[in-house]
Each structure stands twice: as structure tokens, then as C-alpha cells.
């Protein structure tokens, strides 16, 4: 098992495709053909987790969050992302972190505090916009369908809950080759006529070099022609937040003493209680205030996230109660999602859960 291996199979979870761009993901440090001994799974990446991968026989650290954030001039040891980084290169660790590309994962961040909070009928609060391609080509009539089968295999034609989607038009193209062609159907030199079906095929947009890959190895033309746009269409599994609902309404303060026993907090700042009954319900992970105009527009009743500023609470105006449990506390879940899925897909190896409580926050 090399580092790879580890990342190929944490990408299938949440693509670095879908991280914000102003994140910093995937491997941080290390090389991606080492050898791996074991994998420490860590919301943070510091100086004593790297301690405990080292204790544990961990050579690859899988963080939520990146160690670098933004360029590193130096690496002398003055600050603790440099230790982390110079500690880790010295005893051989890799670091990989995925953060935002977890937060708009279908089954990610936000959908791990809807499980925790026992949520139903899930949707997402803010579709990321152009994560949807269509590749537009033209196939000889009798390669149609092979070339269409090999492009459904590696994951084009998905629509939402729909599968193997396409559009095809059948038409007569033409071409001809000059001197340096070696056409497969015609001869060079001559203009050659061929009855063509134009298939039409959407995919996710991390798929777009497995799609091209797939396109040319499959279609029977020297030349490929072919065009891909980028679509408007919402994607429904892609997103920062999600929203649910509880099977039956319950009080304002029932529901503060569930986050704060659900989600182990000990204080919830929140804004105003209304009186209303609590039903449908947003939830992100960290820092959430961008999203609270998005969550009144859903028209829940509450909205569960961290870091809001003080005016950020007067949005509220009561129509919706907002209660900030904490960054570290509504994503402390992660790493156990991180590690069930990498238990489930790689049983037989040394996935390890980091006992390290990182959080720099502190109640007293």
C-alpha cells in the first residue's frame, strides 16, 4: 500500500475537485508512490499528533484540516505549522488534508451532524455551481454504442438519482485527410461521408480526465472531435450545509439541550429565542455566518453552526434561531466519519483514530 493508494481511496469519499478555491487540500507533505505503515486519522495536523503517528507506527497523517494554508517562506521551527511541517519531513510522514472538499461532500461534515442529531430527509443548503460538464462528440453509427457503454462504465450519464443518461442525434459526417493522416474509415485524400450518431452525455466535473481518457481509447477516429461546456443544472449531492428534519417538532430550549448533549458542548451561544417549535433544521461545519441569508431562505426554523460574530446574531430577526456550538465542536465527528469509511475500504490495514483532542478552545 502506497500513499496514493490512501488518497485514491479518500478522493472517491469527497474529490479535491469540489474544495473551495481558496483551500489548500490534498498532499501536503510527503510523496505520494512511499510506502505506507499506517495511517493516523486527525482533525489537525500538530506537533503532538505527528508525535503520536510517530509512536504508532503511522507514516501518513490524513487531516481534516491543512497544516499550510498559505505559502511558507521559510522553514526554520519559529512558528508551529513550520515545526509540524520540519518534524513530519524528518521521520518520513505524509499529510494529506481534504477540508472543503469534505465540507461539499454528499456524505461529509454537515451530513455527519445530521446524523448525530438524528436528522431526516436531507438536502443540501448551498449547491456548489458548475460541478456539472457535458461532452458532446461523434461516433460512427456502429461504434455508438461500445463508445457510449465505456463512458457510462467510468461514470458519465449520472443526473441526480438517474443513471446511464444520454442524448443521441443521428446525422451524416464528413471529413478528409491530407498526406500525414491514417484514417481508420475512408482514405486519405478523399472527402468520405459517415452516417454518425452526436451523443450527448453529462458527467461530474472530477471526472473530466477519466472521460477524455475513456473517449479517445474507445472511439475509432485518428481525430476525436468533441466539446465540453459546463452546465447550469444544480447538483443536489454537492454543497456547503445541509438541511433536515426532525420526525416531530420540539421546543426551542428541547432542542439547545439536545445539541449541547448531541454534539458534547458545553455553552450554545444562540440568538433570541422566539418560542416556536423547531422542525426543519441547517446545519455547516465552521465557520457558517456566509450561509445564514441561505438558511432563512430554506425557511428552517433553526440554523446549527460555529464562529458567528455578534452581529451576526441580529440577522437572526426573529425568524430563525441560530446557535453557535463551537468550530472545533461541529466538526469534532469528522475524523471518526474519515476513519469508518477508511476501515470500511481498506479492512485489513492500520487505520488508526488520533486520541488527541486538538481543539485550541477552552472552557472554564
Request: net charge negative; charged share 20%; with cysteine.
Amino acid at each position: 500500500m502506497i500513499v496514493q493508494d490512501i488518497i485514491s481511496h479518500i478522493e472517491e469519499l469527497c474529490p479535491i475537485a469540489y474544495a473551495e478555491d481558496f483551500d489548500n487540500v490534498g498532499l501536503l507533505v510527503g510523496n505520494n508512490k512511499q510506502e505506507v505503515s499506517g495511517v493516523l486519522i486527525s482533525l489537525d495536523t500538530l506537533e503532538n499528533v505527528v508525535d503520536e503517528a510517530i509512536e504508532k507506527n503511522c507514516n501518513m497523517i490524513v487531516s481534516f484540516h491543512p497544516i499550510i494554508f498559505s505559502g511558507l517562506k521559510k522553514i526554520t521551527g519559529k512558528t508551529y505549522v513550520e515545526r509540524v511541517v520540519l518534524k513530519a519531513i524528518k521521520h518520513d510522514i505524509a499529510i494529506y488534508a481534504m477540508h472543503t472538499a469534505l465540507d461539499n461532500s454528499w456524505n461529509g461534515v454537515s451530513d455527519r451532524i445530521c446524523y448525530e442529531l438524528g436528522l431526516t430527509d436531507k438536502s443540501i443548503l448551498i449547491p456548489q455551481k458548475g460541478t456539472i460538464k457535458k461532452l458532446v462528440t461523434f461516433v460512427p453509427k456502429k461504434n455508438a454504442e461500445a463508445v457510449r457503454n465505456a463512458l457510462f462504465a467510468v461514470g458519465a450519464g449520472s443526473i441526480g438519482n438517474y443513471e446511464n443518461c444520454s442524448f443521441n442525434v443521428e446525422g451524416l459526417g464528413s471529413f478528409q485527410g491530407n498526406e500525414a493522416s491514417n484514417p481508420t474509415i475512408g482514405k486519405k485524400g478523399e472527402t468520405h461521408f459517415e452516417e454518425e450518431i452526436q451523443l450527448g452525455i453529462t458527467f461530474a466535473k472530477h471526472l473530466e480526465g477519466k472521460i477524455i481518457k475513456t473517449l479517445h481509447e474507445t472511439h475509432p477516429y485518428e481525430e476525436v472531435a468533441y466539446e465540453i461546456t459546463t452546465l447550469e443544472n444544480t447538483n443536489q449531492h454537492i454543497g456547503m450545509g445541509m438541511i433536515g428534519t426532525f420526525k416531530k417538532p420540539i421546543s426551542e430550549m428541547h432542542f439547545i439541550t439536545l445539541l449541547k448533549t448531541k454534539m458534547q458542548v458545553p455553552v450554545i451561544r444562540h440568538s433570541e429565542l422566539s418560542g416556536k417549535m423547531i422542525h426543519k433544521i441547517a446545519v455547516l461545519g465552521g465557520s457558517g455566518s456566509f450561509a445564514i441569508e441561505n438558511a432563512k431562505r430554506a425557511g428552517v426554523d433553526a440554523y446549527v453552526t460555529a464562529d458567528l460574530k455578534y452581529h451576526d446574531f441580529y440577522k437572526a430577526e426573529n425568524t430563525i434561531l441560530l446557535a453557535d456550538i463551537g468550530h472545533y465542536e461541529s466538526e469534532q465527528y469528522t475524523k471518526n466519519l474519515l476513519f469508518e469509511y477508511l476501515t470500511k475500504k481498506i479492512p485489513n490495514f492500520a487505520i488508526i483514530l488520533s486520541a488527541e483532542n486538538t481543539n485550541p478552545i477552552k472552557y472554564s
